[in-house]
């Protein structure tokens, strides 16, 4: 299970200033959605100093290897496995995203004290809004991207609840709908939460049942936990800011998927874990009980 790390009363308290990064009409529209619609928002996020292409490659050259991810963004929307290096290291990648043809992903930069008090201030903003919805925030956690023109993110899942904010240039998010298994199949999920690789594989025929997403500056997208999407840069280069955050539905909904997948391995054909509001508390139960007896054993 995982434990809270997020203190409400930093904001609470007023450790941030009031809210203004999602305005009254954003948060409106948020609590109308989440936690299973996805949707646009608006958000006034711009030009942050944090967000500055060489503040973020000083960050990238500051973070562990493995928090960085970056790969040649010529690529199609379908790949087997990880992707291929573009043969840079990570600072001269985001330096000259412009003509790099990369795309970079930094990851948990809530690790450097600067960009963890900006996601706690965003997600401030959020607060009532989650925990009227799906009870206590649980690890919240900030992923930055920065894409090349034309850079494409491959087709995969995330197990958080998450808002991309677009911050500088365009790109194309295009969701599919999560839990259906034309999309995802229950394997796919399963293999995931037992720790496989979260690209998807993808077939030509989704196409005409995506939802496309237009992101410019100041326009942020909602993506419900474990949703299926792709996203394709614009004509110049792009940084977005990730927020996410895990709530006991979407960890009672991981490990159901593993509770799942050691059934299976015994002849048994599960029952998929139901959407929200649906509850997998008696599966995610059990697999927790099954861990501190045996740790990971079958999940491999």
Known sequence: MNAPIFDPTDWQNGRASAPTIFDVEARARFAAYYPEGPHMLRHALD??????????????????????????????????????????????????????????????VEQVTS?????????????????????????????IFISSPGAVTPYHFDP?????LQVTGSKVMTQFQAGDTRFASDAAHETYHAGGARELKWDDAFASHGREYP?????????????????R?????????????????????SDARCANLLLRRIGVEPKA??????QSRGKALALRAWRRLFGRKGLS
């Not at 614009?234 to 009672?252: A, M, V």
């Open 47 to 108: 030009r942050h100093p944090l967000l500055e292409l060489e503040a973020l490659a000083d960050l990238a050259e500051r973070l562990p290897e493995t928090s960085v991810e970056y790969n040649c963004g010529d690529l199609p929307i379908g790949v087997d496995g990880k992707p291929d290096g573009n043969g840079l290291s990570i600072g001269e990648t985001i330096r000259k995203v412009h003509e790099s043809d990369s795309w970079a992903v930094l990851k948990n």
């Open 115 to 143: 960009y963890e008090a900006l996601l706690h201030d965003l997600l401030g903003e959020l607060l009532e809004q989650i925990e009227a919805k799906t009870g206590e925030m649980l690890t919240p956690q900030a992923f």
């Open 160 to 164: 958080e609840h998450n808002i991309l």
């Open 215 to 231: 992101l410019g500056p100041g326009d942020a997208v909602y993506v419900p936990v474990m949703a299926p999407h792709f996203v």
């Open 233 to 253: 840069n614009g004509p110049r280069s792009s940084i977005s800011l990730s927020i996410t955050w895990r709530s006991n539905w979407s960890c009672d909904e």
């Open 273 to 278: 874990p139901p959407r929200w509001p649906g």
